[in-house]
């Protein structure tokens, strides 16, 4: 048995990271890129030195966002540490307006906000360029690209991660890359144009602050080996991931500490779902099998099957505008907001009990009421199954009681299937509910959630994603451990 739980926990680990690759590149996929995000706030000439010079906040706020998520980084490979100077000059060129011009104002704008976020590898071969007196002309748009390629936007992990003196630091360097930025014009003439007259004192100060923070930017060969593979964004998210540093950037908080106060509120109704839902549905479908083929066995399942058909949503509805409003006589039998009162915290044990009582009801009908014709439907079909097999008969012939019989014998085997129903509880305590959460207005976990996908939050999403993950991996593995505890026949093939 030990040796089977230990290849199932082995086999856990690639099928862990082949969900998590999975769900990274959905969410990757899924989300407009940061050049497509800026390119939003105007068009031509805007979107290009006007979005740098007129709205660089905004530039740089996104630059933020993005690096939280690691969406600034290629998604699986980095290559541009194999930029050289001759390759960016080539980019510098295409973005030059002119007679000869290569590209017309929309694929320049989106050009040169690409070029403005590829990172710190290309802070070397921008150096590069300034320090060529023969590419005056390119100096201009070369210092507006490295003011952002050197741009290390103040995250809230830096709080953790950095001490004071390297956050003052980091502050006074893009303060400083922003401050030598050379004042240019992309002329429909002529090209660029450079109109500042400090143009050569920026310029030596800005290869001054380069030799300066060499070690930050210089490209060895062990930095671009490196920068292939751990420069990358699913390598950066899932580093943030697995030791806690996620961020998200719609909500302003660490991913896991939003995630925990969200779940507490999920946890409580789904736990109590579910135990009513088993409690109730199990006796109801021992009592249909013992019964069936009458009169209250078709009541029963004609009632069930009615239920099921119902829309939650539809039955959520209904409970809202009946049950939870105002009527004529200006009484209301439930609420229709959260799941205690505003004053709860000052009503004594009693009464705060009754309160989670009052609000909770109808939220727990509604995610029960479909689970009762499943779990009761199987529960039946499958005792009625073990009651027509040969050791059942044999039982009667013996003379056990009918009730021995079914709780002694046949119950236990027809657990199996119910086992396999079961698998999935543990990660269904940590599923949100939207529909309920939306219509009561609960501030749960499927809201949270849903906010997330709409925000494109991915750190959110895959922190959300690790813990429902691990949570199915887990309750697969305590499944196969009851099928042993209920079936002998089981057990023997690994005891």
Known sequence: MWAYIIRRLLWMIPTFIGILVINFAVVRLRGPTLAEELHRGGSGEEAGLRQAESHLTNVRNHLARFHLAGNHLPAVINLRGFTSKDGVLRHLQRLERGPQALLNDGQRSREELDLWLKGPLYVEPLIAILADDSLERFHGPASQALRLCAFDPPLPTDLQLLTEAERQAKRQRNQAFDRLAIAYRNDPEFGFITEDPEREAKRAALLELYEANRDLYQRSTGRIVRAMVLETGFVDLMTKLFTGRLWSHSKGRSVFALIGERWQVTFTLNILAIIIAWTVSIPLGIRSARRAGSLGDAITTNSLFFLWSVPSFFLGSLFL??????????????PNIGLSSPDAHWLSPPRLLLDYLWHGFLPLLLLTYGSFTALSRYMRAQLLDQMHADYIRTARAKGCDEDRIIYRHALRNSMVTMVTLGQGLLSALYG???????IFSI???GTLLYEAALDGDAPLLMGSTLISVGLFLISILVADIMYAVVDPRIRSRYV
């Open 443 to 445: 501030n749960g976990l």
């Open 432 to 438: 949100g509910f939207l529909f309920t959460e939306i």
């Open 321 to 334: 505008h009946h049950l939870c409003t105002d009527s004529s006589t200006g009484i209301r039998l439930f």
